[in-house]
């Protein structure tokens, strides 16, 4: 079983920028392609960003891109989402998820953390 904890949401003006981290207690962390998800109130989740296991390729939704930046440390046990330029819309709870193995797609995630709340005000 792997556990994710999220952490570094919080409320912030719209331009802003936040950074998440997930750390993993998952033994062989570098066995995981990573991603992030979010889900705000009264929509389903939708996929935001992957990394492969040793950061080499990643994806982003289109949303997204330009604006955010997802890596890892393999060291840390930890993946990152580097968020700016945010805009209210971008307001949701966010949650990472491990993948075993080393395709990065959208979907098939093993292991999901409790989610982090983050929001944009205008």
């Known amino acids: 079983q792997v556990q994710l904890v999220e952490s570094g949401g919080g409320l912030v003006q719209a331009g802003g920028s936040l950074r998440l981290s997930c750390g993993s207690s998952?033994?062989?962390?570098?066995?995981?392609?990573m991603g992030w998800f979010r889900q705000a109130p009264g929509k389903e989740r939708e996929f935001v960003a992957a990394?492969?296991?040793?950061?080499?390729?990643?994806y982003y939704t289109d949303s997204v891109k330009g604006r955010f930046t997802i890596s890892r440390d393999n060291a840390k046990n930890t993946v990152y989402l580097q968020m700016n330029n945010l805009k209210p819309e971008d307001t949701a709870s966010y949650y990472c998820?491990?993948?075993?193995?080393?395709?990065?797609?959208?979907?098939?995630?093993?292991?999901w953390g409790q989610g982090t709340q983050v929001t944009v005000s205008s």
């Open positions: 998820a491990a993948r075993a193995g080393s395709t990065v797609t959208t979907m098939s995630y093993d292991y």
């Open positions: 990394i492969s296991r040793f950061g080499r390729t990643t």
């Open positions: 998952a033994r062989a962390f570098s066995s995981y392609a």
